[in-house]
């Protein structure tokens, strides 16, 4: 019997109808309903009968045209039947994210923080197959952190080397990481240094925390005199220590190489604490005191990091180049260090100027 609309409608049980359109093509009634079905051959020659679906759910058009997509994939030499196989057992986001912990992070110092952003930001799509997140999915996740920018600006970041590593995985097909083309946030740099009276009383407030917490105090002392990230003061050990250079090995720092100069003042810190076979300081993170000691010093709003900007904002103070002092800082790029460049500016008109006025009074105008 031919297969159609009207021809359906009337079949009985038993009945396989054939469509003379589509090839291939069939519909099947039994005693429960009425269902379409697609026979073909792969070009290997494997032998395929997927059910498309039920009448009337499905029209005898939408059928049509699902077989006619199906056969078109076959004449590409490729298997529609497989690639269903594939997505029905294709990894969940929260696998992925499993995956992205167990065989990535590990070996980025971001790691652990990319790791709880994705879990915590990416939830609500944590069932969803890989494959099946979209542009629009990411575009408002990304939207719905706007309050946060540059929360909202890591998180994609973050999620972007996530879908990347599922096309390299062969978790998604080549070029459709769902993150690109989302449009970051504008971002406000931030530019802050300790003053000189911040600076001194944070000397005072670490004074005061030094019986208490020697470990944490000289830490932080550290960052102060060094303009070293804490990571690395936090994995430094007594072996790397070569004089008053500490130097790190390719594993801790962001550039191979890297050498942290100890002025006479770091080492006299370092003096005053025990020789350990562990790390110097025996801390990961100072954060504890340091809370204490900024609130102390009356700068609740300086970070850790800040320290760094600050070691940063003194060596212009003291005349080096920016050049100079990207090699103290261990930065990779120039551009890194150029953030600093109109310090090196506000300091050379300041020198101008007092030339000028020397140059005046000589003048006597």
Known sequence: MDLSSASLVSASPGAILRDKTVPGLHARVTATGKKFYLYFRTRGGVERRPKLGDFPVMTLAQARQIAKDMLLEVAKGNDPMAVRAAARVAPTVAELIDRYERDYAPRRKSGPAAVKLLRKHLAKLAGEKVVDVTHADMDGLHAALKKSPVLANRVIAYASKLFSLAERWEFRPKGTNPCHGVERFPEKKRKRYMSVDEARAVAAALTDESSRNPASVAFIMLLILTGARKGEIAAARWEWLDGNVMRLPDSVTKTPDRDVYLPPSAMAVLARLPRTTGTITGLLDPKKVWEKVRVAAGCPDLRMH????????????????????????GHSSTQTTKRYAHLVEDAAKAAAALTAETIQARLGV
């Open 306 to 329: 800040d320290l760094r900007h600050s070691f940063a904002s003194a060596a212009v103070s003291a005349g080096l180049s920016l050049t100079q002092i990207g090699e103290l800082l």
